[in-house]
């Protein structure tokens, strides 16, 4: 079983991703909506909260687990896999999306640190994630590290998570959404990342918003793929099962059954997580 976490319901966009990309393989999801947003968190506040997650779902037999968070990816994903994960759990592992992001935005692996020219490549690219993903600088520093011809400007969207969670109407989501993309328009982008996994749940809304010619990077089928490919190199994470999926909140998992209209149906019944039984 496969462990997935977000801090709330934007994980869903991944897991969905999975599901088609793995049909035979088991899930346990686990968002945090007790605690979310992250996005305008603590570093340390994301380290913990990041941790008694994974450790939650890795006491509940997943060996390997998936930050489908691009905040606790960005913030607190090193950390735990060089301080605690090892000790707390030997052999297993915890992975994140902003790698399978990386490499699909530079051309590069991420096992290598330094550029190959590869100038076909957007070389004006706008990042758009909670104000946390932008402060930690991970994207820009991984991205500059493997294409310096490519200028990526992060831009926070304040409230955006909050105005997903909550369930927000069109006019509300549209017009905050509408407001960002045209602050970036000026970058002139020729492409756009949106660097929060609840952002797919409103992505036709970015669509919309931004000029014909600028295309969009799709995280959930990027993060599928490059899972996909790293359960072939080490097959033991691989666990066949019968396609079991099992959604779990830190929060009340009827009102989050309730506010989530952007989910796909199949993936928004949510149960109780006893994460301190
Ligand atoms: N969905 C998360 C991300 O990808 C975090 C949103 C939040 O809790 O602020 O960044």
Known sequence: ???????GSGGITVLDA???RLPDQDFLYLGDHANAPYGHRTSEQIVEMTKTSV???????????L????????????????????TAYPGNRILGVLVPMVEALTGVPWSQERPHADDNRNHRITLFATRKTIESGAYVEEVLKRAPQIKLTGKACPGLVDAIEGGAGDAPLSGLISGFVSETLETNPDAVVLGCT???LVKHYFETALPDHVSLYSQPEIVADSLADYLKRHPHFHSKGQGNIRLLT???????NKTNLFLPNHLN????AKLNV
């Open 67 to 86: 930050l489908a968070c691009n905040t606790a990816a960005a913030v607190a994903l090193r950390t735990l896999q060089q301080n605690w994960l090892e």
């Open 1 to 7: 079983m496969i462990g997935v976490f977000d801090s």
């Open 18 to 20: 999975l599901t088609k």
């Open 55 to 65: 450790d939650y779902l890795m006491r509940e037999g997943c060996s390997l687990v």
């Open 269 to 272: 019944q949510f149960h109780q």
């Open 198 to 200: 609840h952002f797919p």
């Open 250 to 256: 830190t929060g009340d998992p009827k009102a989050v």
